[in-house]
């Protein structure tokens, strides 16, 4: 399959194209003119692209979109909005008027209610905004949300349900296997999962 993935070159993306590459799909990493695309595999397509300004073609030719972009908890809030609120709502609304049939959000732990007097408050209520305008489009989705992340590659022992402890920890490389279970499976279709990696 043709996947589009936004936030291609950041920690988890860069690792799901390598995952998407290496399960024989043809990713297409959605790239700034600025970003470091050293991590990305030779044989990925690259698509310029900014979730600030987004063009209307940028998902001409895929079947799946997955968004694993995130502006993190570190950045303004104002950035948040743009990336997380309005970047993603905005790349569901493209997908939806071309031939994409499915779209994968990587959101996160405490997006479904957010907590207002969390640190990540601000980011929780946009990755919130984003999982509902997804839910009510007329696309296929699957939305993953893991706990806190680390940099470590995938370990194989993951924990998917309520049962997950929100103060646990997911390794980033197991968040891209399961991306790239969400872009194939069809058990994934319509399905919201909580996630973390048993340490």
């Known amino acids: 399959m043709k996947i589009l993935v936004a936030g291609a ?6 690792r799901l194209v390598n995952e998407l590459a290496d399960r024989g799909h043809e990713p297409v990493a959605l790239v700034r003119q600025s970003s470091d695309t050293s991590k990305l595999p030779g044989k990925a397509k690259q ?43 905005k790349l569901i609304d493209i997908a939806e008027k071309s031939d994409v049939r499915r779209f994968v959000m990587l959101s996160s732990v405490g997006a479904d209610d957010p907590d207002p007097d969390s ?33 470590d590659g995938p370990t194989g022992s993951v924990r998917l349900g309520d049962d997950v402890d929100p103060k646990g920890k997911a390794a980033r490389g197991d968040v891209a296997v399961l991306l790239a279970d969400a872009a194939e499976q069809d058990e994934w279709t319509g399905a919201i999962k909580l996630m973390e990696t048993n340490y």
Not at 9 to 14: D, I, V, W, Y
Not at 57 to 86: L, P, Q
Not at 121 to 150: F, G, N, Q, W
């Open 47 to 89: 698509r310029q692209g900014d979730l600030t300004d987004l063009q209307d073609d940028v998902t001409d030719g895929c079947e799946v979109v997955i968004f694993a972009a995130g502006s993190g908890g570190d950045t303004s809030a104002e950035m948040t909005d743009k990336v997380d609120r309005d970047g993603a709502i």
């Open 9 to 14: 070159t950041g920690n988890t993306g860069a």
């Open 119 to 151: 640190e990540l408050a601000h980011y929780l209520e946009a990755k919130h905004a984003a999982d509902e305008h997804l839910k009510k489009s007329s696309l296929e989705y699957a939305i993953l949300r893991p706990v806190s992340l680390t940099d």
